[in-house]
């Protein structure tokens, strides 16, 4: 809003021409998500407890689990409110890469939401039943998927790290690529989120290495010097990476340990799939495998897991997602949790490196 209205006062009021510049609105997006999340944080923690909208803890996990019980969840809605209140000030609401954000971004959070509210107010622990849940998830991949590649015209190229000239064109089959990247990371963010303050910097990392992305690709002078495709337009997704950026520091100031609200699922497929929608619009799909390699390990994991189980009836954690493994195996929480961002940090540094090993 503040973008649309003064921007075009920029020739009778000198100082609005700052808004024209990508870096300052996104840092503008970051420090307002946050202060929102400052603001109002304490009180839709004490919402959320006046109305015993609490998180249920599972019996069969660790049990120092055990003892969050009465601890508040749904804090991703007020990140969801906080990031789409900043990009509405300080984003291009015209720029379709940033409709197409938006879009998932409110569609993943409104189905946790459903689940989220089935299980704290419906008190149904199974929640929002998995077939529909996937079913709506591949309806607004795919709705997405088609709104990119057909309605915005962004190419079915594949482009590997590390080699410029290898952009193999999937054609219709990039489709069903969008739907697994998207769906994918939407459900691998909600696994990892298992431990205080456990999923929010890994998704910060990840953001921030992203919103460098879309700022690089979306430059032609940047993307042609660094050798990457070139994405007119894209560099407005920053914007939305930065929003989300803020969003989450002010998140993890109540989520870390010991956590006073957790992000439920609400805020994880939310974040997820945006995540997995701003890969897609970079054209840097495979580098997701490193950024989010946090979320990748997690939900590989899992899958081990299940397979090892079915086939040879043994477990290969003690128990999974991965954190819980480290959990029974002794690690204290917040030993885990620093570990985790550490690597974190570690894969995003390395997937910019890749910006010059072309």
């Known amino acids: ?102 879009f998932v971004f409110g569609a993943m959070a409104a189905i946790g939401f459903v689940d989220d509210y089935r299980k704290v107010i419906k008190k149904n622990p199974h929640g929002f039943p998995g077939r529909y849940k996937i079913i709506l998830e591949v309806v607004i991949c795919l709705a997405a998927a088609l709104w990119l590649y057909g309605y915005v015209g962004l190419d079915t190229k594949l482009h590997f790290p590390f080699f410029k000239e290898l952009q ?102 939310g974040l997820g799939g945006l995540l997995g929608t701003v890969a897609l619009i970079t054209k840097q799909e495979l580098l997701l495998i490193v950024i989010g390699g946090i979320f990748v390990l997690e939900t590989l994991s899992v899958i081990t897991q299940v397979i090892s189980f079915k086939l040879t009836g043994k477990r290969i954690f003690k128990m999974a997602p991965l954190h819980h493994h480290f959990e029974l195996k002794g690690w204290k929480e917040p030993k885990i949790i620093v570990r985790f961002w550490i690597i974190s940090f570690i894969l995003a540094l390395l997937s910019l490196a890749t910006l010059k090993l072309r």
Request: glycine share 12%; net charge neutral.
């Open 168 to 269: 193999p064109d999937l054609s219709f089959g990039y489709l069903y690529l969008a739907i697994l990247v998207v769906a994918g990371t939407a459900n691998a963010v909600n696994l990892t989120d298992g431990l205080d303050g456990l999923v929010s910097v890994p998704a910060m990392t990840a953001f921030i290495t992203y919103g460098l992305f879309v700022y690089i690709v979306g430059n032609s002078v940047i993307a042609g010097y660094l050798q990457v495709a070139y994405v007119s337009d894209a560099g407005e997704t920053a914007v939305l990476c930065g929003a989300v950026v803020g969003a989450c520091l002010g998140f993890l100031w109540h989520n870390t340990y010991p956590a006073e609200i957790f992000m439920g699922d609400v805020g994880a497929l």
């Open 1 to 102: 809003m503040l973008y649309h209205l003064l921007y075009p006062l920029r020739d009778d009021f000198g100082l609005f021409n700052v808004l024209k510049y990508l870096t300052f609105r996104t840092f503008a997006a970051l420090l307002t998500a946050l202060l929102v999340y400052f603001f109002f944080g304490r009180r839709w923690i004490g919402y959320l407890r006046a109305k015993s909208m609490n998180q249920t803890i599972r019996t069969d996990g660790p049990q120092t689990h055990l003892g969050k019980k009465g601890t508040p969840t749904m804090g991703g809605v007020l990140i969801v409110g906080a990031v789409a209140l900043s990009v509405f000030l300080w984003g291009d609401l015209t720029n379709a890469f940033v409709r197409v954000c938006l």
